[in-house]
């Protein structure tokens, strides 16, 4: 009787084993998307997808933070962190290749420790810079000379330069700013500014600069607003046409640094901000300027051809 029993559960046992094996039969195996790979979206064209980090120039930053979100819209699977901390910060991390991008102010090739010969430049958009005041100082136009002046601590009053009889506090971008780089070099002539108080961020900047009397320092174009005052050279202007025609001197290229040539997503993205849906709206109204409008060209000595 026992024997019967047990023979009943093990056929019981192999025909429900059997019939288990039979309906996993048209079941797939789990796949999971690289993380830079392309799927199709809704309407059918390729959508890129993963996750990639871009480090660097505060002047860059609200560019590439508004291209990203863009691109993130037409892309779900897509996801770009956007960091600032400096041009020196970003060139250094992508140099480590602890970063997919590094976004700067400067050629790689200016920055002291650089590996500018393993890094691949793209030249994403060119960005005017210029002196900005807290508005009540009662300047609008000085001469450059009157500028450096200011920054090497010859000029220490407003009223000296028909404004107010005010002292004039100077505020600095750190050490490692490509914007503190590319103003030192066009704007100061190389001149060394005096030590003061220094910053990281150009919108901390711009919010000292508006929030304290007698105070000046520079940022890019894409930070002016109506907080602050942007000083004219030499009866110059700091706008767009005149960068374009280096009537302006204080400009720069805005770079993304890649460690080697760019690919998967990285490549879509920094494509996708040079292509003429980026440059030729989001850029421009942006206050950036697209490369392909500049009449001028300069290389990694500053000289204009």
């Not at 025609?245 to 040539?261: F, L």
Request: negative net charge.
């Amino acid at each position: 009787m026992k024997k019967n029993l047990l023979a009943a559960f093990s056929f019981v046992l192999i025909l429900t084993l059997a019939l288990v094996g039979c309906g996993n039969t048209n079941t797939q195996p789990e796949t999971k998307t690289s993380p830079e790979s392309n799927v199709k979206n809704e309407e059918g064209k390729e959508s890129a997808s993963g996750s990639i980090t871009a480090v660097g120039s505060s002047a860059l930053q609200p560019l590439v933070e508004a291209a990203a979100q863009q691109f993130a819209a037409e892309n779900a699977g897509a996801v770009i962190n956007v960091q600032g901390g400096g041009s020196g910060t970003g060139l250094s991390k992508i140099s480590e290749g602890a970063v997919d991008i590094g976004n700067s102010d400067v050629f790689a090739e200016e920055k002291e420790g650089i590996p500018a010969e393993k890094l691949v430049d793209h030249k994403v958009a060119v960005v005017g810079m210029g002196p900005v005041t807290h508005p009540e100082v009662g300047v609008k136009d000085i001469t450059q000379d009157q500028l450096i002046d200011i920054f090497t601590g010859k000029v220490t009053n407003w009223k000296e330069l028909g404004g107010k009889d005010q002292k004039i506090v100077i505020i600095n971008r750190a050490q490692g700013s490509g914007t503190r780089a590319t103003f030192e070099q066009f704007g100061l002539k190389g001149a060394e500014p005096i030590a003061a108080q220094e910053q990281d961020s150009s919108g901390t900047v711009r919010k000292i600069v508006s929030e304290t009397p007698g105070a000046i320092s520079y940022l890019a174009f894409s930070y002016f607003d109506d907080s602050i005052v942007a000083l004219s050279l030499d009866g110059n202007e700091p706008t767009q046409e005149n960068v374009e025609t280096d009537a302006w001197k204080i400009w720069a290229y805005q770079h993304m640094y890649t460690n080697g040539e760019a690919t998967g997503l990285t490549k879509a993205f920094i494509d996708y901000i040079l292509s003429p849906e980026i440059q030729d709206t989001l850029v421009k109204e942006m206050d950036y300027l697209p490369v392909t409008g500049m009449k001028v060209e300069r290389d990694a000595e500053g000289n204009v051809k």
